[in-house]
C-alpha cells in the first residue's frame, strides 16, 4: 500500500474521532470551561491532522492557510486548557484571545506572505519554536498544578492526557525543524500521522475511564464549612484526623506558612500523604488544595478587613499576613468568594458598622 494511501487512511479517522470527541465534550461539558477548551482543543488538532506535512516547501494556498493557522494557534488553546483543568478558579482574560490571534495571524501570514518571499526553512523554525514554548508552559502548568489536584481517580489520567498531547507535539515540532526543506519525508510524514492517532486513540480511551464530572467538574461546591461541621458519615478514625487537622488551621493558622504543601501537612498529622489528600476531598468535599487553603485564609482576611481597629492595615498587608504570596491572586480569590473586593468588602462593612 503507498504512502499516501496510508496517509489519507490516518487522517481521516484522526480527524472523525477528534471531531467525534470534540462533539462529545461540548455536549456533556460545554458549561465547563476546561470542557469548552477541550473540545476547541480537539477541533484545532482536527485541522493539525488535516495539514500536518513534514519536510514540505511547496507552496501553500489560500483555502489551506487557515486550517494552518488553525494548528499552529491550537498551541495556545493546549496551554489555557491545561491551565483550566489543573486550575478550577482559572479563567479566560482577554489578552489570552489576543495571544491566540497573535499566533494564528503569524502563522497565516508566514503561509501567505513570508514564506514565497523568504524561503520556508526559518519560517518553520520560527513557528515549532513558538510551539515548543506554549507546549513547555502547558508542561510547567501541570507540574506546578498536579500535585493539588485532590480527586485521585483523575490525577492520573489528567497527567497522561497533557503528558501524551505535550510528548507528540514536542516531536512533531522537532522533526519539522530537523527535517523542515529535506524534500522527501514520506516515512516521517506516516509514522507522525500514525504517532497523531495512536495518541488521539489512548487519549479517548483514558477519558473513557473516568467519570467525566470528575475530569471537568462544574464550580466547586464544598460540602462542608472551614470548620468541619457538617461532616457526616466519617468514621471514628477520620472523625478524630479532621478535628486535627481543623485544629492545626484554626488554631495554629498553617495555611498561613509560605508554600504549604499537603505533604508537609500530612508529615505534620503523621499520615500518608494519599490518606489526608482523600480526607480532605472525600469528607470536607474539597477537589482542590489550594481551594481548601484559600477558604480558610479569605475567612481570616473577611474579619481582618471588617475589624475597625485594623481600618489602616493596607489590604496587601492583611493578605500577606493570612498567607498569600502577591495581591493579585488574593484579589482574584477574594472576590470568586465573596463578589466584591477587598476594599469594596471593606468599605461595605465600615458603612453596615
Not at 98 to 113: E, R
Not at 176 to 199: E, H, P, R, W, Y
Not at 328 to 336: D, L, T
Amino acid at each position: 500500500m503507498p504512502f499516501s494511501t496510508i496517509d489519507i487512511a490516518l487522517r481521516g479517522a484522526t480527524v472523525a474521532l477528534l471531531l467525534v470527541l470534540a462533539a462529545s465534550l461540548l455536549r456533556g461539558f460545554g458549561t465547563v470551561l476546561a470542557g469548552r477548551l477541550a473540545a476547541a482543543f480537539a477541533l484545532g488538532s482536527a485541522a493539525h491532522a488535516v495539514t500536518a506535512s513534514i519536510g514540505t516547501t511547496s507552496p501553500v494556498s489560500a483555502a489551506h492557510a487557515p486550517l494552518i493557522a488553525l494548528s499552529t494557534g491550537n498551541v495556545v488553546v493546549f496551554w489555557l486548557f491545561t491551565r483550566a483543568l489543573f486550575d478550577e478558579a482559572f479563567t479566560l482574560r482577554w489578552w489570552h484571545a489576543l495571544v491566540w490571534a497573535a499566533v494564528a495571524a503569524f502563522s497565516f501570514i508566514n503561509c501567505m506572505w513570508i514564506v514565497p518571499a523568504s524561503g520556508a526553512r526559518l519560517s518553520i523554525i520560527a513557528i515549532n519554536l513558538i510551539a515548543l514554548g506554549f507546549i513547555a508552559l502547558a508542561v510547567a502548568q501541570t507540574v506546578a498544578s498536579w500535585s493539588s489536584d485532590l480527586v485521585e481517580r483523575r490525577r492520573s489520567v489528567r497527567v497522561f492526557i497533557v503528558s501524551a498531547a505535550a510528548l507528540y507535539g514536542g516531536l512533531n515540532a522537532v522533526l519539522q525543524i530537523a527535517m523542515s526543506g529535506s524534500g522527501n519525508a514520506d516515512i516521517a510524514n506516516t509514522v507522525n500521522l500514525a504517532a497523531l492517532a495512536g495518541v488521539v486513540a489512548a487519549i479517548c480511551y483514558a477519558m473513557m475511564r473516568v467519570d467525566g464530572a470528575e475530569l471537568f467538574p462544574a464550580a466547586l461546591e464544598v460540602q462542608a464549612d472551614s470548620s468541619g461541621a457538617a461532616v457526616v458519615e466519617s468514621s471514628a478514625a477520620d472523625r478524630k484526623l479532621i478535628d486535627a487537622l481543623m485544629r492545626l488551621m484554626a488554631d495554629e493558622r498553617i495555611y498561613r506558612h509560605d508554600n504549604l504543601s499537603i505533604g508537609t501537612l500530612a508529615t505534620k498529622l503523621s499520615i500518608p500523604e494519599y490518606r489526608l489528600r482523600r480526607l480532605i476531598n472525600q469528607r470536607l468535599g474539597y477537589r482542590n488544595f489550594n481551594v481548601f487553603l484559600n477558604e480558610h485564609r479569605i475567612a481570616e482576611t473577611k474579619a481582618a478587613l471588617a475589624d475597625p481597629s485594623q481600618a489602616e492595615v493596607p489590604v496587601i498587608t492583611i493578605a500577606m499576613d493570612a498567607g498569600f504570596q502577591s495581591l493579585g491572586p488574593f484579589n482574584r480569590a477574594f472576590k470568586a468568594t465573596t463578589g466584591v473586593t477587598p476594599t469594596e468588602y471593606r468599605r461595605l462593612k465600615a458603612t453596615a458598622a
